[in-house]
């Protein structure tokens, strides 16, 4: 196994009628969802092994989810199945360039009951790569999970990725997000997030400031939108602006870019490199539907970069 990822999966209703409301759609098509789903997804058609941690359901909804992700080579021997919970469900209006307004529904989702019991722990702690999320800190019993997996694997010398992942309807507040994630900081190697959530994990009320009190983690990588990227680390910055893309929808953009960018990592790229990889993944992403599917293979990502 080269990545081992803990988090979320997630059922997507994609609305088909551009430019129409969610309130006057009518035809939506289906796809799997979850920050952390999409990047094992994005992982595997880069060319790695990985596997994913999280809860569902037992109903049709889970099934297809588990199968998707086998189908695209995850290995989901860890996903626990829950006698009723459902999967988080997302529904979102396609208005591009720069309209996606999105629907969730979380309540009591599947991925909170994850409960990692010591072969989980192992599992997590078996790859060089181990990324998280700060959504599964959200609530128990996924928080303890998402703590003792981190906690074991720094422990084991793994590589430990946390995505900050903020959705606002799984907090009760913002800085109750951003403590959870302070929390776990002295186990992350390599934190992600865009302006807005680096900030809300530092307390900070700018990013320069936010960049200041983070800097006991040694990667922190910061999503600019249509500005580019950002890494910070070792006492350097360095940036890269986006590709152009003619943009279908920006949803999943940031997984794109993530699932790039840590195949560099993960191959012993330079930064730079690295940040190329996750620019030209997060464009191919933008320029297509959906999430899960956009993601782009190796082969697609090292043409746009060659471009």
Known sequence: MDAVILGRIGYDLYSEEP???LAESRRFSRYLGGSS??????LARLGLRTGILSCLGVDALSDFLVSFLQREGVDTSRVQRRPGCLPSLALTEVSPPSSF?????RHNAADIQLHALEPDLAYCSSAPLFITNGTSLCASPSRESTYAALERAKAAQCRVVLDVDYRAMSWESPAAAGLAVRLALPWVDVLIGNQSELMLTAGADDLEEAVHRLRQVPLLVSKLGDLGTKVYGAGEAIFLPPYSVEVCT???AGDGFASGFLYGLHRGLGI???LHYGNAAAAIVVSRLSCSEAMPTLAEVQ????R
């Open 272 to 274: 730079e490199e690295c």
């Open 19 to 21: 430019h129409v409301s």
């Open 303 to 306: 043409n746009m970069i060659r």
């Open 101 to 105: 307004p999105q629907v969730f529904y």
């Open 250 to 252: 920006t949803i999943g």
């Open 37 to 42: 789903a999409n990047m094992a997804v994005g």
